[in-house]
């Protein structure tokens, strides 16, 4: 039933012809959207979808380079379901490139507050960065059914990482405090299940938990960034393939990788592979998803993580070098 | 002497004063469950967000779902205390807002200014003084109205 959920809200309106799509703009103060944070819009599009036939969509536009969106968003007290949902997406011009880009669509908190409370169910976010200096990125509660793909969830400091209940996770990636005596990326809701697809956590103590409920990993890239007590995989109960850790016997189930991986640029929150084990050791999971955190089709053999591994560009020969060849 | 009085004078035209911007909801969205209607709904009063002065406001950021309460000489910092939500011993958020202004008790010509026109302005010079204004703001879980000063 979750499963047929999940997919139904994957598709959206172009299979129920009676839907109706409503979008919404969320722009900086001054440059002519429909509400200038997602917290107004989400306070302004509260309804009950069902009876209204309708997908509403906050579609986060314009130039952010100015600075974060402050204020926090609870999604609650709407009616909704596997057809008739909330997604909030940012467009080309509000959406990272692949990396943590603060100037770019942040969905910003400065102290403990979740920058995003989740007690709504049937929920997509897509290409959104968050970030809490001492709290959770994300606060999935009391809902079922999220929908996320592109997300970068940030700390400073926290003890905290991001929580979800049932749904699924793709393409995401979260940066830890090094603080962390909860998950980067926590289950802890009963009898659901949460798929999780090419993520990619770095700099966390604890990668990913599961205290109660089931959560399914297939190429997930975990690694600890130098932090003490790591521990990338935590009591995971569900079905794990080709997931990678760079601790020793951490990555669970089938075809597990071990490893450390080399990025572009960790420490700036840029995960693109340039080396180790993730690349070319995911298994091919294109009949789910063909794309990456950085919006490139995946090819086969796929990557482990949240990008694909693009080779660097060889490196261009002089045209006086070939003809001063004997 | 005169020097002195030149740099506070600069300094003060330089400062920008305190003052912010607060959206307020203008209709209460309702939910048919009645727990969820009272965690999650936004009601008529309640303040979504706090902004600097000269916020400039999105299109659907008006009426007739939002207003907006015009506060100078009152930072954000000291205004935010109204987007807070009520919670329970456990944490929980158990209504949407603590603190609710009473749209229905303004007096009638403020109420038809704010419902027409979609802003008032509360301070010594605008349509209220912060004195008059916080007798129709509300704590939802003691049901007394604001007696501090901001």
Same mark, same amino acid.
């Given at each position: ?46 309804a ?7 997908? !509403? ?8 380079? %100015? ?29 990272h490139?692949?990396?943590w ?10 102290? %403990? ?19 809490c ?5 994300? =606060? ?18 926290a =003890? ?17 405090s ?8 926590l ?25 109660q ?37 951490d ?16 420490? =700036?929150?840029?995960?693109g ?24 089709? !995946?090819?086969v053999?796929?990557d ?23 | ?5 030149i740099?506070?004078?600069?300094? /003060? ?9 607060? /959206? ?11 727990? @969820? ?22 299109a ?10 015009k /506060? ?12 807070a ?13 603590l603190w ?12 038809? @200014? ?30 007394l109205?604001?007696?501090n000063?901001?």
């Amino acid at each position: 039933m979750r499963i047929a959920a999940i997919a139904l809200m994957l598709l959206g309106a172009a299979t129920v012809s009676a839907v109706t799509t409503v979008t919404t703009t969320i722009k900086p103060a001054g440059q002519g959207g429909d509400y200038t944070t997602l917290s107004a819009w989400e306070a302004g599009q509260q309804a009950d979808l069902p009876a209204l036939d309708e997908i !509403r969509v906050g579609s986060i536009d314009g130039d952010w380079s %100015a600075g974060p969106d402050t204020a926090a968003v609870t999604i609650d007290g709407w009616t909704t379901d596997a057809t008739r949902y909330i997604e909030i997406r940012t467009t080309t011009a509000a959406r990272h490139p692949g990396k943590w880009d603060a100037t770019k669509y942040v969905l910003s908190q400065s102290g %403990a507050v979740a920058p995003i409370t989740i007690s709504e169910s049937y929920v997509k976010c897509i290409g959104i960065q968050f970030y809490c200096a001492t709290g959770r990125p994300i =606060n999935g509660q009391n809902a079922v059914m999220f929908f996320g793909d592109k997300l970068i969830c940030k700390t400073l400091s926290a =003890n905290l990482g991001s929580r979800f209940t049932s749904g699924e996770l793709r393409n995401c990636a979260f940066i830890g405090s090094g603080s962390e005596t909860s998950a980067a990326v926590l289950l802890n809701t009963a009898a659901v299940t949460l798929n999780v697809y090419n993520c990619t956590i770095y700099g966390a103590v604890i990668g990913f938990a599961e205290t109660q409920g089931t959560m399914n990993l297939s190429n997930c890239l975990y690694q600890s960034g130098g932090v003490a007590s790591p521990d990338g995989y935590n009591s995971i109960s569900g079905t794990c393939v080709n997931n990678c850790s760079d601790i020793a016997s951490d990555a669970p189930g089938t075809n597990p990788q071990t490893g450390t991986i080399t990025f572009t640029d960790a420490a =700036n929150g840029d995960f693109g592979l340039v080396a180790g084990v993730a690349i070319a050791n995911g298994a091919d999971l294109s009949a789910t998803f063909t794309d990456d955190l950085a919006g490139l089709t !995946r090819t086969v053999p796929w990557d482990i993580g949240a990008r694909k591994y693009v080779a660097a560009a060889p490196a261009v020969t002089q045209f006086e070098d070939v003809f001063e060849r004997p | 002497m005169s020097r002195f009085l030149i740099f506070i004078s600069a300094w /003060l035209l330089a400062v920008p004063s305190p003052a912010c911007e607060l /959206l307020v909801k203008a209709v209460d969205a309702v939910h048919s469950e009645p727990g @969820k209607d009272a965690r999650g709904s936004y009601k008529r009063g309640m303040v979504v967000v706090a902004m600097p002065d000269g916020h400039q406001w999105g299109a659907r950021e008006s009426l007739p779902t939002f207003v907006v309460i015009k /506060l100078p000489g009152i930072t954000v910092a000291k205004a935010i205390k109204y987007i807070a939500p009520q919670l329970d011993a456990t944490t929980n958020t158990v209504r949407r807002r603590l603190w609710q202004i009473q749209v229905a008790d303004i007096p009638l010509a403020a109420r038809n @200014k704010l419902l027409t026109t979609g802003s008032l302005t509360i301070g010594p010079t605008g349509d209220y003084t912060w004195v008059q204004f916080r007798n129709f703001i509300k704590n939802l879980e003691t049901g007394l109205t604001e007696t501090n000063n901001l």
